[in-house]
């Protein structure tokens, strides 16, 4: 079992930034993928980011590329999400994810185990 945390959402002005945080804990951190995805509401569950084990891989979805980086201290057992340049279409519960295997990251079926998310709110 991976238990996972998320930390530091909250209300920020749109062109405001915000950091994200996801601590976990129970299995080796080092083993997983940590997927970040978010959820507004009355939509479905969407793909933000991604990284590798290492952290020498990262995905991102077109719509916070140049904006969102993924990083993560397997040292600390925690992922971390930078998010610059927010907008209004930002405002979701973001969750933190992880999964064993580096393939299909964009796929939230494809993840293991999930955090119970955090808010973002951006306002205009």
């Known amino acids: 079992q991976v238990q996972l945390v998320e930390s530091g959402g909250g209300l920020v002005q749109a062109g405001g930034s915000l950091r994200l945080s996801c601590a976990a804990s129970?299995?080796?951190?080092?083993?997983?993928?940590m997927g970040w995805f978010r959820q507004a509401p009355g939509k479905e569950r969407e793909f933000v980011t991604a990284?590798?084990?290492?952290?020498?891989?990262?995905y991102y979805a077109d719509s916070v590329k140049g904006r969102f980086t993924i990083s993560r201290d397997n040292a600390k057992n925690t992922v971390y999400l930078q998010m610059n340049s927010l907008k209004p279409e930002d405002t979701a519960v973001y969750y933190c994810a992880a999964k064993r295997q580096t393939v299909r990251l964009p796929v939230a079926g494809t993840y293991d185990y999930w955090g119970q998310g955090t808010q973002v709110t951006v306002s205009s």
């Open positions: 129970g299995r080796t951190f080092s083993n997983y993928a």
């Open positions: 990284i590798n084990w290492s952290g020498g891989t990262t």
